[in-house]
């Protein structure tokens, strides 16, 4: 006996109340808005044209993406506006730090010879540090040196903090204060 196909589609697929209100792009995608930015797709804000199930399974579920609404589109301008006020603010904190840091100069201690070069050398996590016991908080990853301190001596080293802010330090390599062995009686 022949074998017959069935005409049925299969199971029908439960269809959400806002997938049926998904417009769509010129080139036959989806159109959304995106709340947050997505690498490799837009920024926030921005109005993308994306295939059906990115838009269905990944980008409407994990709130990266919103239904193009005027509603939608005020609530992110608000968000945006909320975001820039942070990041002047966050500036200006930056651009404060910087000129304290460059009003400042730390002191590292290192041992060394008698012609001034370290047996060690200071680097990046010792600046940090120096500075962490100044009350100034700031990665080992922030201070941008040329190389290790290798000698005694006064540096200028830069730091920064991000977004092009950058700060000069002033950096004493000095001698550390060992304390002397008692010369030894005959």
Not at 162 to 171: F, N, R, S, T, Y
Request: net charge positive.
């Amino acid at each position: 006996m022949p074998e017959t196909k069935s005409n049925s589609p299969g199971p029908k697929r439960r269809v959400r109340s806002w997938e049926k209100r998904l417009q769509r792009g010129s080139h036959g995608g989806i159109q959304l808005l995106l709340v947050q930015s997505v690498e490799h797709l837009g920024k926030q804000g921005d109005v993308v044209e994306v295939k059906r199930g990115y838009a269905v399974n990944y980008l409407i579920p994990q709130g990266l993406a919103a239904l193009v609404t005027d509603h939608h589109r005020r609530m992110v301008d608000k968000h945006k506006a909320r975001l820039l006020e942070i990041q002047a603010a966050r500036l200006a904190g930056l651009r404060a730090l910087a000129d304290t840091l460059s009003r400042q100069s730390v002191t590292i201690e290192a041992n060394a010879n008698e012609e001034g070069h370290l047996y060690g050398s200071v680097g990046a996590v010792e600046i940090a540090n120096a500075l962490k016991r100044n009350n100034v908080t700031i990665t080992h990853d922030q201070v941008r040196l040329q190389g290790p301190l290798k000698e005694l001596g006064l540096y200028t080293v830069k730091v920064h903090l991000g977004q092009e802010i950058e700060a000069e330090l002033k950096v004493w390599v000095v001698p550390s204060m060992a304390e002397e062995r008692p010369a030894e009686s005959k």
